[in-house]
Protein backbone atom coordinates (compact mmCIF):
# COMPACT_ATOMS: atom_id res chain seq x y z
CA UNK A 1 0.00 0.00 0.00
CA UNK A 2 1.01 3.60 -0.81
CA UNK A 3 2.88 5.72 2.20
CA UNK A 4 0.61 8.38 3.06
CA UNK A 5 1.87 11.45 5.08
CA UNK A 6 0.21 13.70 8.02
CA UNK A 7 -2.50 16.07 6.34
CA UNK A 8 -4.28 19.44 8.05
CA UNK A 9 -7.29 18.91 5.71
CA UNK A 10 -8.91 16.28 3.81
CA UNK A 11 -12.03 15.88 1.18
CA UNK A 12 -13.84 12.72 3.02
CA UNK A 13 -15.92 10.53 0.68
CA UNK A 14 -18.16 8.02 1.76
CA UNK A 15 -19.75 6.13 -1.20
CA UNK A 16 -23.14 3.92 -0.99
CA UNK A 17 -25.28 1.98 -2.89
CA UNK A 18 -27.48 5.34 -3.74
CA UNK A 19 -25.71 7.97 -2.25
CA UNK A 20 -22.69 9.66 -1.56
CA UNK A 21 -21.23 11.56 1.98
CA UNK A 22 -18.93 14.25 1.62
CA UNK A 23 -17.35 16.03 3.71
CA UNK A 24 -14.45 18.07 5.21
CA UNK A 25 -11.72 17.37 8.08
CA UNK A 26 -9.65 20.14 9.33
CA UNK A 27 -8.48 21.22 12.48
CA UNK A 28 -12.09 22.19 13.21
CA UNK A 29 -13.36 18.69 12.85
CA UNK A 30 -15.69 16.85 10.77
CA UNK A 31 -17.53 19.98 8.55
CA UNK A 32 -19.21 21.08 5.61
CA UNK A 33 -20.86 17.51 5.33
CA UNK A 34 -23.47 17.01 2.41
CA UNK A 35 -25.13 14.21 0.56
CA UNK A 36 -25.30 13.67 -3.51
CA UNK A 37 -27.98 10.43 -4.93
CA UNK A 38 -25.52 8.32 -6.91
CA UNK A 39 -28.48 8.26 -10.07
CA UNK A 40 -27.82 12.31 -10.42
CA UNK A 41 -24.76 12.84 -11.17
CA UNK A 42 -25.39 16.69 -12.18
CA UNK A 43 -24.92 17.25 -7.92
CA UNK A 44 -21.91 15.74 -7.55
CA UNK A 45 -19.40 18.65 -8.45
CA UNK A 46 -21.30 21.19 -6.67
CA UNK A 47 -21.13 18.86 -4.05
CA UNK A 48 -17.34 18.56 -4.20
CA UNK A 49 -17.36 22.44 -4.74
CA UNK A 50 -19.76 22.68 -1.57
CA UNK A 51 -16.48 21.44 0.38
CA UNK A 52 -13.92 23.07 -1.48
CA UNK A 53 -15.28 26.45 -0.13
CA UNK A 54 -14.33 25.50 3.14
CA UNK A 55 -11.06 25.32 2.72
CA UNK A 56 -9.25 28.06 1.07
CA UNK A 57 -5.83 26.51 0.13
CA UNK A 58 -7.62 23.07 -0.96
CA UNK A 59 -7.73 19.87 0.99
CA UNK A 60 -4.18 18.33 1.55
CA UNK A 61 -5.62 14.21 0.74
CA UNK A 62 -8.63 13.10 -0.70
CA UNK A 63 -9.97 9.64 1.21
CA UNK A 64 -12.79 7.59 -0.16
CA UNK A 65 -14.65 5.08 1.42
CA UNK A 66 -16.89 2.83 -1.23
CA UNK A 67 -19.06 -0.40 -1.22
CA UNK A 68 -19.87 0.98 -5.01
CA UNK A 69 -17.07 0.68 -6.67
CA UNK A 70 -18.36 1.90 -10.22
CA UNK A 71 -19.37 4.84 -8.48
CA UNK A 72 -16.68 5.61 -6.24
CA UNK A 73 -14.34 5.65 -9.68
CA UNK A 74 -16.98 8.35 -11.53
CA UNK A 75 -16.62 10.69 -8.12
CA UNK A 76 -12.83 9.82 -7.87
CA UNK A 77 -11.61 10.82 -11.33
CA UNK A 78 -14.18 14.25 -10.76
CA UNK A 79 -12.10 14.85 -7.73
CA UNK A 80 -8.98 14.63 -9.16
CA UNK A 81 -10.43 17.05 -12.12
CA UNK A 82 -11.26 19.28 -9.63
CA UNK A 83 -8.19 19.26 -7.08
CA UNK A 84 -4.99 17.39 -8.51
CA UNK A 85 -5.56 14.71 -6.19
CA UNK A 86 -5.56 11.38 -7.33
CA UNK A 87 -7.57 9.90 -3.96
CA UNK A 88 -7.12 7.47 -1.27
CA UNK A 89 -9.03 4.42 -1.05
CA UNK A 90 -9.91 2.65 2.05
CA UNK A 91 -8.70 -1.25 1.84
CA UNK A 92 -6.93 -0.13 -1.70
CA UNK A 93 -5.19 1.81 -0.72
CA UNK A 94 -5.18 2.12 2.66
CA UNK A 95 -5.38 -0.16 5.69
CA UNK A 96 -8.76 -1.00 7.28
CA UNK A 97 -9.38 1.29 10.40
CA UNK A 98 -9.58 -1.78 13.12
CA UNK A 99 -9.03 -5.38 13.05
CA UNK A 100 -11.48 -7.54 11.53
CA UNK A 101 -12.32 -10.96 13.33
CA UNK A 102 -14.66 -12.63 10.48
CA UNK A 103 -14.54 -16.08 7.70
CA UNK A 104 -13.69 -13.33 4.95
CA UNK A 105 -12.85 -9.84 5.31
CA UNK A 106 -12.93 -9.19 1.68
CA UNK A 107 -16.69 -9.85 2.05
CA UNK A 108 -17.67 -6.87 4.72
CA UNK A 109 -18.31 -3.63 3.43
CA UNK A 110 -15.78 -1.00 4.35
CA UNK A 111 -18.58 1.22 5.47
CA UNK A 112 -19.57 -1.37 8.14
CA UNK A 113 -15.72 -1.37 9.60
CA UNK A 114 -15.39 2.25 8.79
CA UNK A 115 -18.84 2.96 11.33
CA UNK A 116 -17.43 0.16 13.94
CA UNK A 117 -14.19 2.04 13.87
CA UNK A 118 -15.13 5.40 14.39
CA UNK A 119 -17.44 4.76 17.18
CA UNK A 120 -14.77 2.56 18.90
CA UNK A 121 -12.64 5.36 18.78
CA UNK A 122 -15.40 7.80 20.84
CA UNK A 123 -16.31 4.92 23.00
CA UNK A 124 -13.10 3.22 23.92
CA UNK A 125 -15.62 -0.02 24.62
CA UNK A 126 -17.71 -2.63 23.23
CA UNK A 127 -20.65 -1.31 21.61
CA UNK A 128 -23.04 -2.47 18.93
CA UNK A 129 -23.29 -0.16 15.51
CA UNK A 130 -26.50 0.23 13.14
CA UNK A 131 -26.68 1.93 9.63
CA UNK A 132 -30.16 2.28 8.72
CA UNK A 133 -29.65 2.84 4.88
CA UNK A 134 -30.05 0.66 1.69
CA UNK A 135 -29.59 -2.11 4.08
CA UNK A 136 -29.63 -2.35 7.69
CA UNK A 137 -26.65 -3.67 9.47
CA UNK A 138 -26.50 -4.12 13.16
CA UNK A 139 -22.22 -4.70 14.08
CA UNK A 140 -20.84 -5.81 17.29
CA UNK A 141 -17.43 -4.52 18.43
CA UNK A 142 -15.44 -5.90 21.38
CA UNK A 143 -13.80 -4.35 24.42
CA UNK A 144 -10.65 -4.60 22.78
CA UNK A 145 -11.87 -3.06 19.74
CA UNK A 146 -12.35 -5.90 17.33
CA UNK A 147 -14.98 -6.21 14.63
CA UNK A 148 -16.81 -9.18 15.96
CA UNK A 149 -19.06 -8.86 13.06
CA UNK A 150 -23.06 -8.44 12.53
CA UNK A 151 -26.19 -9.22 10.99
CA UNK A 152 -27.58 -7.35 7.13
CA UNK A 153 -30.89 -6.98 6.75
CA UNK A 154 -33.07 -5.36 4.47
CA UNK A 155 -33.50 -1.46 4.60
CA UNK A 156 -36.38 0.46 4.72
CA UNK A 157 -37.07 1.39 1.55
CA UNK A 158 -36.23 -1.93 -0.02
CA UNK A 159 -38.80 -3.71 2.20
CA UNK A 160 -41.36 -1.38 1.60
CA UNK A 161 -40.22 -2.36 -2.46
CA UNK A 162 -40.72 -5.74 -1.84
CA UNK A 163 -44.04 -5.89 -0.23
CA UNK A 164 -44.91 -3.82 -3.41
CA UNK A 165 -43.27 -5.59 -6.25
CA UNK A 166 -44.23 -9.06 -4.87
CA UNK A 167 -47.92 -8.46 -4.22
CA UNK A 168 -50.73 -7.86 -6.36
CA UNK A 169 -52.58 -5.36 -4.25
CA UNK A 170 -50.10 -3.60 -1.38
CA UNK A 171 -49.24 0.36 -2.46
CA UNK A 172 -45.57 1.15 -2.75
CA UNK A 173 -45.25 3.91 -0.03
CA UNK A 174 -42.37 5.46 1.28
CA UNK A 175 -40.71 5.14 4.81
CA UNK A 176 -41.77 7.64 7.46
CA UNK A 177 -42.36 8.07 10.90
CA UNK A 178 -45.64 5.59 12.43
CA UNK A 179 -49.05 7.54 12.98
CA UNK A 180 -49.74 5.60 15.77
CA UNK A 181 -49.77 1.97 16.65
CA UNK A 182 -53.15 0.80 15.81
CA UNK A 183 -52.55 1.39 11.66
CA UNK A 184 -56.37 2.63 9.99
CA UNK A 185 -55.52 2.10 6.62
CA UNK A 186 -52.86 -0.13 4.43
CA UNK A 187 -50.27 2.89 3.96
CA UNK A 188 -49.57 3.02 7.85
CA UNK A 189 -49.79 -0.92 8.33
CA UNK A 190 -46.82 -1.11 6.01
CA UNK A 191 -45.50 1.96 7.54
CA UNK A 192 -45.49 0.63 10.55
CA UNK A 193 -44.58 -3.08 10.01
CA UNK A 194 -41.04 -1.96 8.27
CA UNK A 195 -40.73 0.54 11.28
CA UNK A 196 -41.70 -0.77 13.99
CA UNK A 197 -40.05 -4.54 12.73
CA UNK A 198 -36.90 -2.57 12.78
CA UNK A 199 -36.91 -1.40 15.79
CA UNK A 200 -37.39 -4.64 17.37
CA UNK A 201 -34.68 -6.42 15.35
CA UNK A 202 -32.21 -4.10 16.35
CA UNK A 203 -33.10 -4.89 20.18
CA UNK A 204 -32.92 -8.96 19.44
CA UNK A 205 -29.88 -8.27 18.33
CA UNK A 206 -28.32 -5.79 20.48
CA UNK A 207 -29.76 -8.40 23.65
CA UNK A 208 -28.10 -11.20 21.69
CA UNK A 209 -24.51 -9.33 21.26
CA UNK A 210 -25.13 -8.16 25.26
CA UNK A 211 -25.64 -12.15 26.35
CA UNK A 212 -22.07 -12.89 24.04
CA UNK A 213 -20.27 -9.96 25.65
CA UNK A 214 -21.48 -10.73 29.03
CA UNK A 215 -22.80 -6.93 29.19
CA UNK A 216 -24.68 -4.44 27.40
CA UNK A 217 -22.70 -2.80 24.46
CA UNK A 218 -23.49 1.12 23.93
CA UNK A 219 -25.28 1.36 21.00
CA UNK A 220 -24.81 4.16 18.12
CA UNK A 221 -26.77 4.04 14.90
CA UNK A 222 -26.19 6.01 11.51
CA UNK A 223 -27.91 6.13 8.62
CA UNK A 224 -30.76 7.92 6.53
CA UNK A 225 -33.37 6.14 8.87
CA UNK A 226 -31.79 6.35 11.42
CA UNK A 227 -33.61 9.18 12.76
CA UNK A 228 -37.05 7.28 12.55
CA UNK A 229 -35.47 4.25 14.74
CA UNK A 230 -34.29 6.91 17.17
CA UNK A 231 -37.74 8.30 17.70
CA UNK A 232 -39.23 4.68 19.09
CA UNK A 233 -36.45 3.34 20.47
CA UNK A 234 -35.10 4.57 23.99
CA UNK A 235 -32.03 1.92 24.25
CA UNK A 236 -30.17 3.67 21.40
CA UNK A 237 -27.40 6.04 23.21
CA UNK A 238 -26.60 8.13 19.70
CA UNK A 239 -27.34 9.02 16.69
CA UNK A 240 -24.21 10.01 14.19
CA UNK A 241 -25.26 10.94 10.88
CA UNK A 242 -21.72 11.37 9.54
CA UNK A 243 -20.41 8.24 11.54
CA UNK A 244 -19.00 6.31 8.21
CA UNK A 245 -16.91 9.77 7.13
CA UNK A 246 -15.84 9.87 10.23
CA UNK A 247 -14.62 6.46 9.93
CA UNK A 248 -13.18 6.89 6.37
CA UNK A 249 -11.15 9.65 7.73
CA UNK A 250 -9.98 7.85 10.84
CA UNK A 251 -8.72 4.89 8.18
CA UNK A 252 -5.80 8.05 6.62
CA UNK A 253 -5.29 8.86 10.31
CA UNK A 254 -4.44 6.01 11.16
CA UNK A 255 -2.62 5.41 7.83
CA UNK A 256 -0.79 8.55 8.51
CA UNK A 257 0.30 8.00 12.15
CA UNK A 258 -2.01 10.84 13.23
CA UNK A 259 -3.97 8.88 16.12
Not at 56 to 62: S, Y
Not at 90 to 106: A, I, S
Not at 189 to 211: D, M, P, Q, S
Not at 245 to 256: E, F, I, K, Q, T
Request: glycine share 10%; net charge negative.
Amino acid sequence: MPIVSPVDSMLVIDVGNTRAGLGVLDGDGLHHTCRVSLDQPEGWQPAIEHCLDALGDGPQAAVIGTVNPAAAARLQALVEELTGLSGHRVRDDLPLPMEVDVDNVDEVGVDRICCAAAAFERLQSACAVASFGTATTVDCVSQQGRFLGGVILPGFEMSCDALHDRTAQLPRVRPGASSGIFAKNTHDAIVNGVTFGAVGALREIVERYATELGEWPQLVITGGNAGIVAELADFVDAVVPDLCLMGVALSYRLAAGQS
